[in-house]
């Protein structure tokens, strides 16, 4: 709709009445009466696959039209001209006389400018919440469920900023008891609906870029387009993490974020290129990685990212507004997620072929419990960005992640303190210290490893041994300047026109 100025909405009459039955499906739609059985020779309302057999039906009736939208027995035309707009209005009408289908009249418009479609107000300035739906809230008494403020919250980039006494009256457990600090979030929100900046259109022909942000507790993302020299909001979206993201490392949060920012805007940027804006360096550092060298979790986030060709930019925080309002203010997420239950199997997945058995996994986590040197890498691992941890850990803070509380560094075990001299020990028995780099880690494992190596003759004779060669010698020479040699160096500072020697 970039650049659309007219609009006509058509509306269906009795719409599901319109699309016959086939005999099968009609003998299936029979019903009793006290005057026998009948059956329903048209779609029926009440029947769960209705909406979408109808929908289809009028998709099929208008396919192919140019300035054209369909939505169950709503149509909408438009047009950036009125002669444009006044063609298309006649295909689709010359379409409608040819299919039989029938109109409600009272329901139509045509040629306005703008028009309430699908609840939002389209017009040439772009998308609006309908103005009957913020009347509606103005008016409104004191609350008790928030779902039509979260029907216009796209609108608001930081709806749950203004409302966090409201929204913990919404929690389970929690006990209504309307305050003073309510009513005034409630009246500063019903406010600021007249006063919100309006979506624009989708130009297909723009360049796009998805900002993104992840907060404590919230993920926030915004589609933009670039208007001349100026970035334009299209869409707002946000949701708050479940009990289990909640956990996540910062990093984790970030690359979450991104993906929810990418599927949420999935209609709008697949298959084409994208800037994805991040006010977290480390994303893109990660981003530029081999797929391996990522923490486990990570690496499925980045999977989901693959399908689309994004180019990862850093803007500091202070100018990610928008994305960043969003994740403090997200709105309640009451769905499942989709990508925590992904992660989730990913993870179980690594779990299970960790080279541990489920009763060492215990221990080592139980130590890594205790151990005051991993417990403050791991509540650092969590905290903002800005947080350095302690060296070594701070160099490669990147790769860490912690999974059912061990601490990993790319997918190898970080060994907790009071476990690394039996670590040592068993490596030393097994003689397999190659292999346990590849599987564990700790802080100057070498180190701790090779007193047990140097004095075994089994490791000295297997270890991978460099013998030096031994010096080349000449023969001696028999008299004075029987044998020359020569070298050749620059001069930085020489003689006039003698630059070498």
């Known amino acids: 709709m970039a650049g659309a100025q007219f609009f006509s909405k ?3 009459s009795s719409g599901f009445y319109q699309v016959k039955l086939d005999e099968e499906s009609a003998a299936l739609c029979t019903f009793n009466t006290p005057f026998g059985r009948h059956c329903f020779l048209r779609v029926p309302f009440g029947i769960a696959s209705a909406p979408e057999v109808f929908h289809r039906t009028v998709q099929q009736i208008f396919y192919g039209m140019e300035g054209v939208g369909v939505f169950l027995d709503d149509v909408v035309v438009w047009g950036a001209t009125r002669a444009e707009h006044d063609e298309g209005l006649r295909k689709v009408m010359a379409r409608v006389r040819k299919t ?7 329901k139509c418009q045509f040629g306005v400018r703008d028009i309430t479609y699908l609840g939002d107000r389209l017009s040439a300035a772009g998308i609006q919440p309908d103005p009957e ?3 509606a809230i103005k008016e409104m008494p004191q609350p008790k469920e928030k779902g039509l403020v979260n029907f216009v919250g796209r609108f608001i980039p930081n709806l749950s900023a203004n409302t966090k006494a409201l929204r913990s009256l919404l929690e389970s457990g929690t006990e209504w008891r309307w305050e003073h600090e309510h009513v005034t ?3 500063m929100l019903k406010n600021s609906l007249v006063k919100e900046p309006v979506l624009k259109f989708f130009d297909p022909e723009l360049p796009v870029k998805v900002s993104t942000d992840a907060s404590k507790d919230g993920l926030g993302a915004v589609l933009l387009q670039k208007h001349d020299l100026a970035w334009f909001a299209v869409a707002n979206a946000s949701r708050t993490m479940t009990e289990a993201e909640r956990n ?8 979450l974020g991104a993906v929810f920012g990418c599927e949420k805007f999935y209609e709008y940027i697949y298959g084409r290129e994208v800037v994805l804006e991040t006010d977290h360096k480390p994303l893109i550092v990660i981003s530029t990685k081999a797929l391996g060298d990522a923490p ?5 986030l980045m999977l989901l990212l693959q399908k689309y060709s994004l180019t990862f930019e850093f803007t500091p925080g202070k100018h990610l507004v928008m994305a960043d309002a969003l994740s403090r203010a997200s709105l309640s997420h009451t769905g499942s997620s989709n990508t925590e239950h992904d992660v989730q199997v990913h993870v179980d997945c690594i779990q299970k072929h960790l080279p541990v058995s489920e009763d060492k996994w215990r221990q080592i986590s139980e130590a890594t ?4 040197e991993l417990q403050a890498v791991i509540d650092k691992i969590h905290l903002p960005k ?3 941890l302690t060296n070594p850990y701070q160099s490669f803070k990147d790769e860490l992640s912690v999974v059912h509380g061990v601490l990993l560094r790319r997918g190898r075990i970080v060994i907790p303190t009071s476990m690394r001299l039996q670590m040592a020990k068993l490596t030393h028995e097994g003689h397999c210290k190659r292999r346990v780099r590849v599987l564990m880690y700790w802080s100057h494992m070498n180190r701790d490893i090779e007193p047990l190596v140097q004095p075994c003759e089994t490791c000295q004779r297997h270890r991978f041994q460099q013998p030096k060669e031994p010096l080349m010698t000449h023969n001696k020479p028999e008299e004075t300047w029987r044998k020359v040699g020569t070298d050749l160096f620059h001069l930085a500072e020489g003689l006039p026109g003698h630059r070498g020697l």
């Open 185 to 187: 979030e409630w009246d």
């Open 386 to 388: 800005d947080q350095r």
């Open 296 to 300: 486990p979790r990570i690496q499925r």
């Open 100 to 106: 039989g289908m029938k109109l409600n009249k009272q």
């Open 10 to 12: 058509l509306d269906a």
């Open 369 to 372: 419990e205790d151990d005051r």
């Open 133 to 135: 739906k913020i009347k």
């Open 248 to 255: 996540y490392a910062q990093i984790e949060k970030e690359t």
